[in-house]
């Protein structure tokens, strides 16, 4: 459930909307609950959910 005063959920919050600047900063250190490498395919962006056609 996605309350409308949440600016961490709710989108019309974003202040770029449509910019993907959520990433981290070049150079930043890794998140150490974040485990590359056990992605089994690294480099494919295959964790959302298939498109209906």
């Known amino acids: 459930m996605t309350s409308q005063h949440d600016p961490l959920t709710d989108p019309s919050y974003d ?30 962006p295959d964790h959302a959910k298939p498109d209906e056609d």
Do not use: M
């Open 15 to 44: 202040p770029n909307p449509g910019v993907p600047d959520h990433a981290k900063a070049e150079g930043t250190e890794v998140d150490p609950l974040i485990d590359l490498s056990r992605d089994p395919n690294p480099g494919v």
